[in-house]
């Protein structure tokens, strides 16, 4: 039987194909191997949107002011600012995360709003602190005393169970020390507190009798606790 062989791409009858390649690739075991493999890009997360962001913690901070932060809900949060549930955490790690944010916007307003009066050179310094605290109450008042001081509510609620806002805490506590120490060395430069007094302390009792008056008008819906300080506190201890 003839076996008839395939003619080659000029029409010669049996070249054989592999002939046709240079000879370095005519073994099979040499020729290049190309290896297709799927490329895998990253996933690339929607970008913030800052607008949501802000509804978000200004919602969420109402809410956790006036109901407290255990008893306030991602899904409240949520539904207060007009957002999917889902879209919390596009913004947020966790709850834990939800409440540091809140605290720093807190203490950025509040010191964007108050914290000047305490820098104001032409007034002396001890009537600064005065009117720093005033403008405080003035600011509690306007909310009829009932959500607090979301620095002293986060204190009580969540430092038992999260290091991170213990420790957040604690820094704000340290810088608002500051701030006040400042103005009392001033004083004590200028002569109006006595130079036996330590500044740092002294601030320290400041905020600490303060914290005391805002919870109690918390309870009282008074500024009765507000008048007691600035009537009694703070001229005790700045005398």
């Known amino acids: 039987m003839r076996t008839t062989q395939r003619p080659d791409r000029r029409g010669r009858p049996g070249a054989d194909p592999q002939r046709l390649l240079p ?17 895998i890009y990253p996933f690339m997360p929607r970008p913030a949107n800052l607008e949501t962001r802000s509804r978000l913690l200004e919602k969420g901070g109402e809410l956790i002011s006036n109901l407290g932060f255990n008893a306030t809900g991602v899904q409240e949060i949520t539904a207060a600012a007009g957002v999917p549930k889902g879209s919390f955490y596009n913004y947020f790690e966790s709850k834990e995360a ?38 405080i109450a003035e600011f509690h008042a306007r909310r009829d005393y009932a959500a607090g001081c979301l620095i002293g509510n986060m204190a009580l609620e ?10 957040r805490l604690s820094a704000i ?7 006040l120490a400042d103005c009392l060395r001033e004083a004590q430069v200028k002569g109006d507190l006595a130079p036996a007094k330590d500044p740092a302390r002294l601030a320290d009792a400041l905020i600490d009798t303060f914290e005391g008056a805002v919870m109690r008008a918390k309870v009282e819906r008074s500024r009765a606790p507000f008048d007691s300080f600035e009537r009694y506190v703070l001229p005790s201890l700045l005398t």
């Open 23 to 39: 000879r370095r690739h005519q073994n099979a075991k040499n020729c290049l191997k190309i290896t297709i493999r799927p490329v």
């Open 98 to 135: 939800f409440a540091l944010a809140i605290l720093n916007e807190y203490c950025e307003s509040m010191m964007a709003a108050y914290g000047p009066i305490l820098d104001q050179r032409d007034t002396p310094p001890l009537l600064r602190i005065a009117r720093y605290f005033e403008g």
């Open 158 to 167: 969540v430092t038992p169970t999260s290091d991170l806002v213990r420790a």
């Open 173 to 179: 506590y340290r810088d608002l020390t500051t701030a």
